[in-house]
């Protein structure tokens, strides 16, 4: 670098530092002139002292309002409360849904009903081919009267017929009417019943198929009560009880209100999706809802309460969570334990109680059992008012000094 821009770089800076004593050093105008420096310098010199005087009240003045109690904003803590509402959805089956099926093998000779008929119990939807079955019938009632008859007849002759006799004739009546009793209930099982009452679903034969006793003649259900079973989180298996009471709604019936109780409960949590079965019983005396429909059910219980806090107060340290309170001016750190985080609001379990003020911003400079300033509220109680004057430019006898 050439000397000149040498000696131009020396100049600035001594100038610069000239510049900084006469701005924060008091009595730098007097220590110039005593070295030499012009006149004209000096007074310059002493006007940049006046500035600097004044620039350090205005420190002094931050510096003092450093020193003050930190400024904070403050929230109340408020009560929420958690599980006391479940929600679900599940399917409905009918309270009785059964499959009708023939008790013997043979071919159909008549299907007496239709799909959407309402059937009672023990009435006959359709009847199998029984024509060997009635001569069966006949045969086996024609054999028990003969037997009948010949037990009779040796009773009337009395001490004429041999008591071995006797006892062989009504042994074999006996037989007879075994072998009667079974002819009649072949016959009788050509015709296919309902076990139960309800509404018959959809035939699914016609006359003249040959079944078995697996064929599916039509499905009944009995849809006076639709139960539904739905599935529950674990952390309410001690809350929910039969006989609780559920509100419900079906998908393909939105606008409708249904009601029912709880109707059994699973014994088991699943270990895959840690939830419990659950079924509800609902009514369903106008017939609407059907076997197979989902619902949305409805539960409220007790729930448990707890303080919220705004997201902004929670803070962190080595020993966990914690929040500020502010009693009477001054902060305590209490720990926490989060239990629900929201977007508005953190549930919390700890020693606050409702109406009680937390910190939520200017948390940096806060210290347990400091004075704070809350936004908004008057500075606390013994904090001394800055002096009157405090600030002021001095006068040009101090600036000489």
């Known amino acids: 670098m050439p000397l000149w ?40 010199a002493a006007k940049t002292a006046k500035d600097g005087e004044g620039s350090g009240a205005a420190g002094r003045r931050n510096a003092g309002a450093g020193n003050s109690a930190p400024l904070v904003v403050t929230q109340e803590v408020e009560i929420a409360t958690v599980n006391d509402r479940l929600n679900a959805i599940g399917n409905g089956e009918a309270i009785l849904s059964v499959a009708v099926t023939p008790q013997a093998t043979g071919n159909l000779t008549e299907v007496l009903v239709k799909s959407g008929d309402r059937i009672e119990a023990g009435q006959v939807i359709a009847r199998l081919d029984s024509g060997d079955q009635k001569v069966a019938a006949a045969q086996a ?47 009788k099982r050509r015709d296919i019943t309902a076990p139960s009452k309800g509404i018959v679903g959809i035939i699914t034969v016609n006359p003249g198929d040959y079944v078995t006793t697996s064929t599916s003649i039509a499905v009944v259900d009995d849809r006076s009560q639709i139960l539904v079973d739905f599935w529950v989180p674990e952390r309410f298996s001690n809350k ?63 729930g448990d309460d707890y303080p919220t806090v705004n997201p902004l107060a929670i803070q962190w340290s080595a020993d966990g969570s914690y929040v500020w309170r502010v009693e009477d001016s001054k902060t305590e750190k209490v720990p926490v334990k989060i239990i629900q985080r929201n977007s508005d609001k953190v549930l919390v379990d700890a020693e606050l109680a409702k109406g009680e003020t937390v910190v939520t911003e200017g948390v940096q400079r806060l210290r347990d059992g400091g004075t704070v300033r809350i936004a908004g509220e008057d500075k606390p109680a013994g904090e001394k008012p800055r002096a009157d004057g405090e600030g002021q430019k001095l006068t040009r006898a101090e600036a000489g000094q």
Not at 9 to 27: D, Q, T
Not at 271 to 291: E, F, G, H, M, W
């Open 141 to 187: 009632r024609l054999a028990r009267d003969n037997a009948l008859e010949k037990v009779e007849r040796n009773r009337k002759l009395g001490n004429a017929v041999a008591i071995v006799a006797i006892r062989d004739a009504e042994f074999a009546l006996e037989a007879a009417e075994l072998t009667l009793q079974q002819a009649e209930l072949d016959l």
């Open 240 to 302: 929910i009880s039969v006989g609780q009471e559920i509100s419900a709604t079906a998908i393909a019936l939105p606008t409708t209100d249904l009601s029912g109780v709880i109707d059994a409960i699973d014994n088991r949590v699943d270990q895959a999706s840690r939830t419990l079965r659950v079924r509800a019983r609902i009514d369903n005396p106008d017939d609407r809802l059907r076997a197979g429909m989902s619902f949305s059910v409805s539960a409220r219980f007790a």
């Open 5 to 44: 821009k040498q000696l131009t770089v020396s100049l600035i800076i001594l100038v610069l530092a000239a510049g900084l004593l006469v701005r924060f050093v008091p009595g730098a105008g007097a220590l110039f002139l005593k070295a030499g420096v012009p006149e004209q310098l000096i007074g310059f």
